[in-house]
């Protein structure tokens, strides 16, 4: 096996993923639903623990419209990991705080944990299935 193409197989994954998780990021705290919705596979499925769980893009769409920013909003996405990843499909776990900015400025709301399965599609990753588990 040679390590080096193994290397930037991986590295390759790695920013697959993280440039998927960070379009989502952004897109959530813009409010943009559709944008959120197509960072997933069609049959894709969107779980927030306790919350809801939407299965399909439609249902993706429709389900965030509701978590829309009525004031400004950053999810921070940190300690990423891809746990597992063949060159079509990975796993990856990430810690999230999400901050909101009121009248006393910005505030931690929630912490919490991503934990997804993405599957490649031509050369973009997208969501397969997205848990988002808050912490108490």
């Given at each position: 096996m ?5 290397a ?6 790695a920013?697959g ?14 409010g ?5 919705a ?9 779980e ?53 900015r009121?009248e006393?400025?910005?505030a931690?709301?929630v ?6 399965t993405?599957?490649r ?8 299935r997205r848990?988002?588990t808050?912490?108490?």
């Amino acid at each position: 096996m040679n390590t080096s193409i193994e290397a930037r197989t991986a590295a390759d994954v790695a920013a697959g993923v993280q440039a998927a998780i960070a379009a989502y990021a952004h897109a959530l705290d813009a409010g943009r639903t559709d944008d959120i919705a197509g960072l997933f596979q069609p049959d894709g499925v969107a779980e927030i623990t306790g919350v809801a769980t939407f299965e399909g893009r439609d249902a993706i769409r429709d389900g965030y419209a509701a978590f829309a920013p009525t004031r400004p909003q950053l999810h921070l996405v940190a300690n990423t990991v891809v746990t597992s990843w063949t060159e079509d499909e990975a796993t990856a776990i990430s810690d999230l705080a999400f901050f909101q900015r009121g009248e006393s400025g910005w505030a931690v709301q929630v912490a919490g944990r991503y934990d997804d399965t993405l599957r490649r599609h031509d050369t973009t990753w997208r969501f397969q299935r997205r848990v988002t588990t808050f912490l108490p």
